[in-house]
């Protein structure tokens, strides 16, 4: 299946129209079927906002052209019988001219506001969407990563998923001072003359690395021990 058949499928699972699937992929940018369910879910609980905003919209074109019509009918209609002195609003066969811009009525204009509006808010509410997502789909490619270097998982969010630096080189300083943590930890034991390699350093879970880099369980002094 495609992407786009994809979206539609998940839209028909969620009770929601399938017409809105290009506007989910081009909203959420898909490039990938493992994209579109969470793109899906981020969709869903503002669609009906927009398609209320999309109803509003469509009805204030129609009110807007409708009385922009009837504006030029009896304006038509006015400059007609002034041309020919006729009064009492007499029938003539008129066909309304194109409107000006400049000669739209307040009425009108808004209702032109107040879509432009309403278009704005729609737009930021979109966008809040899609940055949500997105951030998630960056945590996620941070978590994977973090578990792939060895790291303690809640160190995902020392990572600022929103910097210029790359999160390779974000995490490869994660991992140089985890690295310097337990060294830390063997030096210590080394110092006091208690150390063993199998039960002070094999043993130690990630939770007691983090403890050790919180300051709640032992530390050593930095440095690299050599060990013959």
Do not use: C
């Not at 969010?157 to 490869?172: A, G, L, M, P």
């Amino acid at each position: 299946m495609t992407i786009l058949e994809l979206i539609k499928k998940a839209l028909k699972e969620k009770g929601v129209n399938e017409k809105h699937a290009e506007r989910v992929k081009s909203i959420y940018k898909i490039e990938k079927d493992d994209e579109v369910a969470k793109a899906v879910d981020a969709f869903v609980p503002i669609v009906g906002t927009i398609e209320a905003a999309d109803a509003e919209r469509k009805k204030a074109v129609e009110d807007a052209v409708k009385a922009a019509k009837a504006e030029a009918e009896q304006k038509a209609i006015a400059d007609y019988e002034a041309k020919y002195k006729l009064k009492d609003g007499k029938a003539v066969d008129v066909t309304p001219p194109d409107t000006d811009p400049k000669g739209v009525s307040p009425e009108i204009l808004d209702i032109i506001k107040n879509q432009t509006a309403q278009i704005e808010e729609l737009k930021g509410m979109i966008e809040g969407s899609r940055k949500s997502l997105d951030a998630e789909k960056k945590m996620s490619e941070v978590k994977g990563l973090i578990k792939s270097s060895n790291l303690p998982e809640s160190w995902a969010n020392r990572v600022d998923i929103d910097s210029e630096t790359s999160f390779e080189e974000q995490i490869k300083s994660l991992s140089d001072e985890y690295a310097e943590i337990q060294q830390a930890a063997i030096n210590a034991k080394i110092e006091s003359g208690n150390f063993s390699y199998a039960k002070e350093f094999e043993g130690r879970s990630e939770d007691d690395w983090v403890k050790i880099m919180n300051g709640d369980g032992e530390a050593g002094v930095a440095g690299k021990a050599e060990l013959e």
